[in-house]
């Protein structure tokens, strides 16, 4: 019954790419999970039994951001040296521009080359907290292309650099932001991951726009589990990302209930994914928030099972010696 809908109409087996007559792009996808650096004894530990419980999944990486203003600089680095250490995971680190000079970048980035580390996450970066507006430190990297270009002059690192379906908030116009998105990848990125969106339309017209502009890297689609809708509405007004109505609708009184939101969080996700897919879309990478079970899930949704320990071994170099 199913195989007689059209791929965007076939529910929960397109997603997994089980039907007979998917297109070829609906083999296993890829995915990558974004973890962010705990603060305290207790966010430490949920983020290990995180990290611990997607590594089977086999993502292609996973990242670790940076502080607002360089705020998690030791953090960051710490966290990623214990991925490198503990787990079989490919590590990247976010890296960012603000507050901090040209030499104390590359600095961070040769001790993550010195470490082993070779992808790196670069982006401008957000001012820190109670600051007016982004400033470029005046002996600083201004924008995330200058990064790019710096990092390459460290290392030959694999780079991914934030994409914005919906516009960064202070580019002038979005034609100018894709510039500037083309200006990252001419520099030596090589992905481009996007903010968090929630109706596909808005990705898949972006990469319609990115591709005419002669953009030709993956732009892999940023997944944003909503576990806490109050503060996806504070956030996304920050950056640029539209709340559609039906997302409120769909969390409407469910602000006591953990529960449910969890539910419905899973459920939006894997509609969004499904879409994704149907679309031809073949690698997802998931704002874990430290949180496994959603992203679990949904990988899962997605065709994606726990594979034997160890086989991303090879993609690890164990660095020390080449030092860019
Ligand atoms: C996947 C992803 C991961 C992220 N991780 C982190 C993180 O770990 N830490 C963190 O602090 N933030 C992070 N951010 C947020 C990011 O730092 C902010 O969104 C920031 O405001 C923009 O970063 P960018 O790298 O896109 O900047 P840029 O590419 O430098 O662009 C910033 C703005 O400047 C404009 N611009 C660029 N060049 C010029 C120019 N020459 N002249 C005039 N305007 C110009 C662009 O159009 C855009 O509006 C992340 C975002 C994403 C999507």
Redesign the pocket.
């Known amino acids: 019954m199913t195989d007689e809908l059209p791929s965007s109409r076939r529910p929960l087996a397109a997603l997994a790419g089980t039907t007979s007559g998917e297109p070829e792009a609906l083999a296993r996808p890829e995915v990558s999970f974004e973890f962010f650096p705990p603060k305290t004894e207790k966010m430490e530990e949920i983020l290990w039994a995180s990290v611990k419980r997607l590594e089977p999944l086999g993502p292609r990486f996973v990242s670790v ?4 203003g360089g705020s998690t600089r030791e953090r960051t680095h710490a966290t990623v040296a214990r991925i490198l250490r503990e787990t079989s995971l490919v590590p990247a680190a ?1 890296l ?1 521009c603000v507050g901090s000079s040209r030499a104390e970048v590359d600095e961070v980035a040769r001790g993550y080359w010195q470490a082993g580390v070779r992808h790196i ?1 670069a ?4 001012p820190p907290a109670g600051a007016d507006g982004y400033e470029p430190h005046p002996e600083g990297y201004a ?3 200058d990064l790019v270009s710096g990092l390459k002059r460290v290392g030959d690192f694999e780079i991914s ?2 994409a914005f379906p919906e516009t ?1 908030p ?2 002038a116009s979005p034609a ?2 894709l510039d ?1 998105l083309k200006r ?1 990848i001419d520099a030596g990125a090589s992905r481009a ?3 968090y969106f929630f109706d596909a339309e808005i990705y898949l017209e972006f990469v319609a726009r990115a591709r005419k502009a002669g953009i030709t890297v993956p732009i892999v689609p ?1 997944i944003l589990p909503v576990t806490n809708f109050a503060q996806v509405v504070k956030f996304s007004a920050m ?1 640029g990302a539209t709340v559609p109505d039906w997302l409120a609708r769909l969390f409407e009184g469910l602000d006591g209930d953990t529960e449910t939101r969890k539910l419905v969080a899973a459920t939006v996700a894997a509609e969004q994914c499904r879409a994704l897919r149907a679309a031809g879309v073949n690698e997802f990478h998931f704002y874990t928030l430290n949180r496994a079970d959603l992203s679990y899930a949904i990988s899962h949704i997605l065709g994606i099972r726990p594979q034997e320990a160890g086989p991303r071994e090879e993609g690890k170099d164990a660095g020390g010696e080449t030092g860019g």
Request: include cysteine; charged fraction near 20%.
């Open positions: 951001t940076y502080g607002a976010h960012t996450v982006l401008r970066g957000d924008y995330a292309a650099v934030a960064h202070e580019a100018a932001d500037n990252k991951i996007t903010q940023g950056c």
